[in-house]
């Protein structure tokens, strides 16, 4: 009797805790169970087992956020309060390119207003003192350079070829350093060649833009300049300079390194090539290098005869159209050029159609430079620090707050390829 009864009280509780799956040899439906009866009671028995994995998970719960909060305290005791958390997700003023807007704002002012509270003779009240110009310092003719006579050399040691890169500042600039670097490698310097850009797409050699005559006459007694190699050094490398070896001297190089690195190879093969070479010498070197650099700069490289002419041409067309003045003008180099852009990896409003474009300047230009992983690129700390080009928008912004109004005479020069 015991028995049955234990059996019937084990039944009824398996059968309780069974209504929670619904399961029952019964055909029908399961009845619906009381509060606080047997459910309530599995439900406790249930809570009362919590799983192996459960607990695990509530630990690992809890580590994780304890490490977001030491990782948020140390974020915050390194950048700070909450608002510099917000103010690093906000661009600071004057990150971002809005010229175009502010123009559309100040417009209407600018259409009914032709004149400006800043006078334009204020521009020329600030008198700036120009450096003297000092004469090159002297030196014994020859005494560096291996010269004899200050005519010719007692014995070079080869050929120098450089290939310049760049605009017409970088150009000369490294005409100046190709005169120093034959210098201090006793070499013949083979009229600079320039590189043809993709950018500039200007076919113009040396004769074309300096006067050569002018600057092998100058150079002589210094360094020995050549319009083009002798005949039986191109019969040695087939006619062609690309054959020539090709050395390619890091930026900034030491007079040092080019007598250690460069000149044992002149001496061996009686011709070099450097390319490119764009600010491949130290701006510290020996004064007798120096000035060889003096000399190129302020001495050798004179204009071309068409190029001097067109240019007093533009200074005087210049000065007659700002006679309301007294002859004083301004002359602007907007630097507004695809490969500038480019370079500043600076952003305006193109989108990413000018992304697109500019990002192809830089491959075909600088070759995966500036993909390179030690590569910043911050285009808004850029435009802070003003190392963006200006556009001509805000060039004519920055002219009316001058005091330039809306009949200034403006003088453009433009190339072929890119009409003002």
Sequence with gaps: MAIG?????????????????????????????RRGSAVGHCRRRLRGRPSLAAGVIRRSARYLAALALLYLGGLLMCVGPFSSLVDLLLPPPGSVYRSHEIFHKLWPIIQSDNSSAIELETLWTYKRRLKEQRPCLSTIVGQ??????????????????????GGLNQQRSAICNAVAVAGILNAVLVIPRF?????????????????????????????KVIRRLPEEVMERYGHNITN????????????????????????EQGVIRLAPFANRLSMNVPPHIQLLRCLANFKALQFSSSIAVLADKIVGRMKEKSLRTGGKYVSIHLRFEEDMVAFSCCVYDGGKTEKLELDMIR????????KRKDRIIAPGLNRLEGKCPLTPLEVGMMLRGMGFDNT??????????LPC
Excluded: Q
């Excluded at 113009?204 to 006459?217: M, N, R, T, V």
């Excluded at 390619?248 to 190879?265: D, G, I, L, S």
């Excluded at 200034?408 to 390829?417: A, D, E, L, P, V």
């Design 408 to 417: 200034t005479s403006i003088s453009c020069g433009f190339r072929k390829n």
């Design 195 to 223: 590189e043809f850009s993709g950018v500039w797409r200007d076919p113009s050699e040396f004769g074309d833009i300096y006067d050569e005559d002018h600057f092998i006459a100058a150079l002589d007694g210094y360094v």
């Design 5 to 33: 009864k234990a059996s019937a009280k084990a039944m009824k509780s398996k059968n309780s805790c069974c209504i929670l799956g619904y399961s029952s040899s019964s055909p029908s439906p399961p009845p619906s169970p």
């Design 144 to 165: 560096h350079f291996g010269l004899s006579n200050g005519t010719e050399a007692k014995e070079t040691s080869g050929y120098l070829i450089v290939e310049t890169n």
């Design 244 to 267: 020539m070896p090709n050395i390619r001297v890091p930026a900034w190089a030491t007079a040092k390194y080019y007598m250690r690195e460069v000149f044992p190879v002149m001496k």
């Design 363 to 370: 491959e075909r230009g600088w070759k995966g430079k500036f």
